[in-house]
């Protein structure tokens, strides 16, 4: 049944929506830790020195001891990533809360020649942001300022540290907001969205970072600062360098402010969520909403059965649809617009053309707060609900819409194994993105042999990407070349040695050494 809530949307509403408890993961000595990342990829160590006393003396006068975790257990929650794959070996984790010191921690370790792991939030999934043996951590937590709110030009400059959520709720009170949103929105830090060039929820409409970022200020592995705080929206003189430090995971420099254009704050948003009974319907379902819903359609989500079941069985949230056996697939699709009366007829008329052409089996439409907030949790938490399974391979992934489900179906028939607890997926069906989760009680590397490097080889003879926003990172460097020609990884190697001679930033991440290309 087809069922319409309306409420007005009002910018204090916007403040509320979606939020997300801030990640908190601690690890005691009773907790099963993950295998170490050396010894599970069989990982030789680079030629880094070992941190000394006298190193740590160092950073003690830099920093002050407050600021410097040595603690074993302290040091796991930086080992350790959000999802439990990976664990490195720190004995040190250094918390800056200025560009100062950000560039006086890496002129030291070029020095000494100690590798360096930058971390933000750690919500990443590649390993990017975990050292792999024991590079010291530089969680960039604390530099987390706001800078400048400019409300007329619709521009904010903040430090790297600042969490996603934060930053949103700041520019809801200037009746503006950020163009990106991630479900990791109360933990993630912007620098690291940066680094990684995140995608999000609403790529579909605002566009990535590569566009919304106008400026940032670096610094590079010696210690130099690069002031590339540009905040003009056209500025066309020489090398955007920007672009450098976008998505390039830590490796060329670590970004410590950012310049980010932000669009207006939405004076009406409407969500509809769909129930369908196959991908076919989907894709119909999806090209029906472009045409229909035009410039106010702000995020397209789609969703299998088995991944909802991750929100509704593992998280007791519930299905706003009543059907009684469900549906083979769930779609998401949010407006945002200035006139509620305007967007709200265009929504329900959408839907109910759906349901007229038996495009969609159910729906339902609201701008109630708390309905609209409970819908988007159930997409936004899946990424967290499946870790109750077990052990979870996460590929982010982007294919052509002929393939974007099909890999799921592929998977499901490669890998028949009982102990799998589910093959699922979901994303953002409006940028080609698609999550595939496979879930299983444990780790099993006989599970790990059959779905890599297939995964990846199939998703490169489909014409698609191997990391559609998470990055590289360390999982996939040996597979980088299944999406980048030779000639482009060997300008990515100059321009790593260009800008990082000694090797110590974020290594083991996006390329492999030399020797082993």
Known sequence: MFGIQSALISVSFWRCL?????????YSTGTKLPELTSVRYKIQRGPYNTISDADVRFFDALLGSNRLVTDPDECESYNIDFPKTVRGASRLALKPKSTAEVSAI??????RRLAVCPQSGNTGLVGGSNPVFDEIVISMKLMNRVLDTNELAGILTCEAGCVLQDLENHLSTFGLMMPLDLGAKGSCLIGGCVSTNAGGLRLLR???LHGNVLGVEAVKANGNVVDALNVLKKNNTGYHLKHMFIGSEGTLGIVTKVAIQCPPLPKAVNIAF??????????????LAKYELGEILSSCEMMDRLSLDVSINSLSMKNPLTSENGHEFYMLIETSGNNLVHDEEKLSSFVEKAINDHIIEDGTLTNEPTKFNNIWALRERISEGVLRDGYVFKYDISLPFSSFYKVVEVLRNRIQDPRIVRISGYGHLGDGNIHVQVSMPEYYADVAAQLEPFIFEYVSQCHGSISAEHGIGFKKTKYLHLNKTSSEIEMMHELKKLMDPNGILNPYKVLQP???T
């Not at 890496?106 to 020095?111: F, I, M, Q, V």
């Not at 769909?274 to 379902?285: D, E, I, R």
């Open 18 to 26: 979606k939020k997300m408890t801030h990640l908190h993961r601690c």
């Open 106 to 111: 890496l002129k030291y370790c070029n020095e």
């Open 206 to 208: 605002y566009g990535n």
């Open 274 to 287: 769909l129930g369908l009974a196959s991908f076919n319907k989907v894709l119909k379902a999806y090209h």
């Open 514 to 516: 030399v020797t082993e």
